[in-house]
């Protein structure tokens, strides 16, 4: 993808725009959660930028007023995220993702509420590798972590985990009343939705193109002493490595993925899922775990 007059050389795994980038290799895996069907992550790579998108799983007996899933939202997301990139390679990331959620909702048809609370959403985490610099993106909890020459950076959006957090807080000060398990869920998930794309809440890629400009930008360049060297995007059942299992720090985790390739960390993860469930912050045991690794060669 590019201006009408560049060329990207391509093969194993690498892209770059002749005379202009440096070399960037893109290793990924992408893990269903043990016994599911279908894959609600998608890693994605279209010439310079890659994603890597976690739909938000349905819990039983929750409508969504939408006849799709989340698997179907976060496929059609990527596919419109890469056209709109290809469309204005010029424009920001916010604008790019703002125009493939809008196209979203052209892709549900006239079946689906898309005003409803629990309309299929996903989180972004974006990076796209041009000139001498990387522009990345990061909206809701799939991080990005970014290895330069003057260490580890950790690009997140904790709003939802803030929001969560709210969330425990206000249901631990309510007194039980009998109320059973399932009940509490429920209400915990009801009042969750009603948080999504709100100013005081959180916010996600759904039916709203205005979140795309509530994410978390910013540059890193490809040359000079900041220089960046690697970069991990991940969905939150990867990232739960260091943050909820404490495995290592993310710089730990850099190198893991480096040594050992991204299906090095999934199997991390899932032996700790398997040793340490009690570890987990999630009602799930399980779930979708997805590793994207960008390695650049510096430019001369």
């Not at 043990?34 to 310079?48: H, I, T, Y």
């Not at 929750?62 to 424009?91: N, Q, S």
């Not at 490595?241 to 999934?266: I, K, M, N, R």
């Amino acid at each position: 993808m590019g201006a009408p007059d560049r060329r990207y050389a391509t093969g194993s795994g690498t892209a770059r725009p002749v005379g202009e980038a440096p070399m960037m290799r893109v290793r990924s895996v992408s893990d269903p959660a043990p016994g599911r069907l279908e894959n609600e992550d998608v890693v994605f790579r279209f010439g310079p930028l890659v994603g890597v998108l976690d739909g938000a799983t349905v819990p039983d007996g929750f409508d969504t007023g939408c006849v799709h899933g989340p698997a179907w939202y976060v496929r059609h997301l990527a596919a419109r995220i890469g056209l709109a990139v290809a469309a204005r390679p010029a424009a920001t990331l916010m604008s790019s993702l703002a125009a493939a959620i809008l196209a979203v909702r052209a892709d549900h048809g006239n079946t689906c509420d898309l005003d409803h609370p629990g309309t299929p959403s996903s989180t972004v985490c974006l990076l796209r590798c041009g000139g001498d610099q990387v522009d990345y993106l990061v909206l809701c909890d799939s991080p990005l972590v970014l290895d330069t020459g003057v260490g580890v950076d950790v690009v997140t959006d904790d709003r939802l985990a803030n929001a969560l957090a709210d969330l425990r807080r206000t249901a631990a000060a309510l007194p039980d009343g009998g109320v059973d398990p399932a009940t509490r869920f429920r209400r915990a998930v009801t009042v969750q939705r009603t948080r999504m794309n709100r100013s005081h809440g959180y916010w996600a890629a759904a039916g709203d193109p205005d979140a795309a400009y509530h994410a978390v930008t910013g540059t890193v360049p490809l040359n000079g002493p900041n220089a960046l060297r690697r970069a991990v995007l991940l969905s939150d059942g990867a990232s739960c490595a260091v943050e909820q299992f404490g495995l290592f720090d993310w710089a730990g985790l850099l190198e893991v993925v480096t040594v050992e390739g991204p299906e090095g960390l999934v199997d991390r993860v899932r032996a700790a899922e398997r040793d340490h469930p009690d570890r987990l912050r999630r009602r799930k045991r399980n779930d979708d775990a997805t590793v994207a690794l960008c390695e650049f060669a510096p430019l001369r």
